[in-house]
């Protein structure tokens, strides 16, 4: 656990950290473990140059040094959570995933599926659920109305686009927040406030944040992102109500009327 550590600032620098730090962690796990070893996978400017001809797709800053400096490792971090035979084109095959995150050179039906999976499952709710924001005006009795005026807000909204599961990095829209959601319908959730924030909650143990806390109701043990490191700290005390998240907001605080959550350590 390190309690005092200051993370580079500089967005490379901070990646090329986490590169450097989580594989020398993953070399050292035991070798039958699957990430024994593991590397990632950096794309070259020309690649993503095409992947963004390839998809029709613009990737902001943040999102565009991730694929260069880190991208994916050659290894599944997490158990296998899918299965070959699934549709991978089905626009409701949400747990799928073939790596950790995206290969965008390889995993392409995950990633077509995973940019119509936005829109699609969203809409789905707000034709069959009765979800409606106020900011859209009155709820039209036709779902041919209702479809058209979602459609509308929807393309104006910053982009989201997939980094792993149905976790999307907010495209970069100029002010405000770039947060990673989860976004399962109109079941969107903060996952992190940031790349940088959400690197070092998935990544906690391989950087050494976590700290080990006894609960004495539940008698047990549990892992913990430690306190004390400032630009951590700054992360984990952001309230929901203070966030400055363009359009999205209204949908992730919808169904969070009676108890809504407002961050991670609020």
Known sequence: MKSHITFPADLIDFLV?????????????????AIHGAKWLGLSDQEIDGLEQKYDIKFGYEHRAFLKVLHTIDKNYDEPEYDKDDEEDSPMAAWGTPSFFYNWLTDTNWIENKLEWRYETILFDVLNTGFWLKSWGQRPDTREEKTRIF?????????????????FLMDDAGHGLKPLLSVYGTDT??????????????FAKELELEEMVFDEEGQYYYD???????????????????????YWKGIITYWKCSSPWQGFRV
């Open 17 to 33: 950290w986490v590169k450097t730090t989580t594989e020398s962690a993953w070399s050292n796990v035991p070798p039958e473990s």
């Open 151 to 167: 459609s509308a807000w929807y393309h104006n909204a910053p982009r989201l686009l997939p980094v792993k599961a149905h976790t």
């Open 189 to 202: 959730i903060v996952i992190a406030w940031s790349l940088r924030h959400y690197l070092m909650r998935t």
């Open 224 to 246: 913990r992102i430690v306190s004390g490191i400032p630009e951590l700290d700054d992360w984990e005390t952001i309230r929901l109500d203070d966030a400055d998240i363009p």
